[in-house]
């Protein structure tokens, strides 16, 4: 249910005056037609284990992106464990991998990752995403 059709507290992403619920910005997010995803190989991260992550690029749009770059950042406490950019030239109508990322939790606290494409120095797409660490 994309609208709730009275007050309620349901599965609704709109409510019932038509204000956007968290739910609704989750969607907007993960429905970009231009997206930087991530495939976390690792499903069970640690506190001082390494783990994989593996950025992606959709594209949905009709449209090729020729000079772009994919820049991510993965922290735990602001504290930055990964960083790194891939210039990329990215296919209309296509999907690919863009790099494996290793990562070691320093402690339990959740992860961050972020990426975002970037194109002439404007952002054309972002993403975000926590990951749980356990002890």
């Not at 204000?19 to 495939?39: C, E, F, M, T, V």
Request: charged share 20%.
């Amino acid at each position: 249910m994309f609208v709730e059709t009275w007050p309620s507290i349901n599965w609704g992403v709109v409510d019932y005056l038509r204000h956007p619920k968290a739910g609704y910005y989750a969607l907007q997010r993960a429905d970009q037609p231009l997206l930087p995803s991530l495939d976390p190989h690792t499903l069970n991260w640690k506190a001082h284990q390494p783990g994989t992550l593996s950025f992606w690029v959709i594209n949905d749009l009709p449209q090729a992106f020729s000079h772009s770059t994919l820049k991510w950042t993965v922290r735990q406490h602001n504290r930055v464990l990964a960083q790194g950019e891939r210039s990329l030239d990215i296919a209309a109508d296509s999907g690919s991998k863009i790099i494996d990322v290793g990562v070691t939790p320093a402690d339990d606290t959740a992860l961050r990752a972020e990426a975002k494409i970037v194109k002439d120095n404007v952002t054309l797409a972002e993403n975000h995403w926590t990951l749980d660490v356990a002890p």
